[in-house]
């Protein structure tokens, strides 16, 4: 596609419930990152994928994160069992390559628990 | 640990007011520091990116340029389709292509 496609771009969801949130990066981008957003923090890393590598998951910050790409294209990104803390702005970014380059975000999922 | 701070954490311009905004960084090995432009409800839109002390960038209103400590992004004679949040980020060598993002500034130009 022409850019970075996230669904949904809003999700309110009850304190407890799994969440899975989608990414479709730039096609021909083998590198796609995760990243979240929360009000008057800077963007945290959550989880990177460079082609068939083993994904560098050092960002999550729970257990209850995780993340998966299939096919080298489409990304989900699964959150169990949310909590009031997760609450944020989850932004997907992909590039051409690894390295010293420019990421094309997305418009992001803003997440509400309540 | 890399660290990006940004300042001021926001700033008001009137319209043809130039104007500078900071980021200073420290990282273990710099492989290129990011200007991102961020739009309320839409994700960071690439502005630039620099690589090595002393250099510049332009773009349209818009000029980076980069030391060894920290990078500048000046405005000049803004108008108020230029109020965003101007976000700065660093690729290191310690952090294996993730990048580490600053607070941001957030930046409203007026008539």
């Known amino acids: 596609g022409a850019g970075v496609s996230q669904s949904p771009s809003n999700k309110v969801t009850e304190k407890g419930k799994d969440v899975e949130l989608r990414c479709d990066p730039i096609?021909?981008?083998?590198?796609l990152y995760w990243y979240r957003q929360s009000l008057g923090q800077g963007l945290e890393f959550l989880i990177y994928?460079?082609?068939?590598?083993?994904?560098?998951k050092s960002g999550l910050p729970s257990d209850r994160f995780s993340a998966e790409r299939t096919g080298g294209s489409v990304s989900t990104l699964t959150i169990q069992r949310t909590q009031q803390e997760d609450s944020a702005v989850y932004l997907c970014?992909?590039?051409?390559?690894?390295?010293?380059?420019?990421?094309?975000f997305g418009s992001g999922t803003r997440l509400t628990v309540v | 640990e890399d660290q990006v701070t940004q300042s001021p954490e926001a700033l008001r311009l009137q319209e043809g007011e130039s104007s500078s905004l900071n980021c200073s960084y420290t990282?273990?090995?710099?492989?290129?520091l990011f200007w991102y432009r961020q739009d309320p409800g839409k994700g960071p839109e690439f502005l630039f990116t620099?690589?090595?002390a002393g250099e510049e960038k332009e773009k349209e209103r818009l000029k980076a340029t980069l030391t060894k400590k920290e990078s500048f992004l000046h405005i000049t004679a803004p108008k108020p389709e230029d109020s965003a949040t101007y976000l700065c980020?660093?690729?290191?060598?310690?952090?294996?292509?993730?990048?580490?993002f600053g607070t941001g500034t957030r930046l409203q130009v007026t008539l």
């Open positions: 970014a992909s590039s051409l390559t690894t390295g010293a380059h420019g990421y094309t």
């Open positions: 096609s021909g981008h083998t590198a």
């Open positions: 994928f460079q082609g068939n590598s083993a994904p560098d």
């Open positions: 990282v273990s090995g710099l492989r290129g």
């Open positions: 620099l690589y090595s």
């Open positions: 980020a660093v690729d290191s060598t310690g952090t294996a292509s993730k990048l580490t």
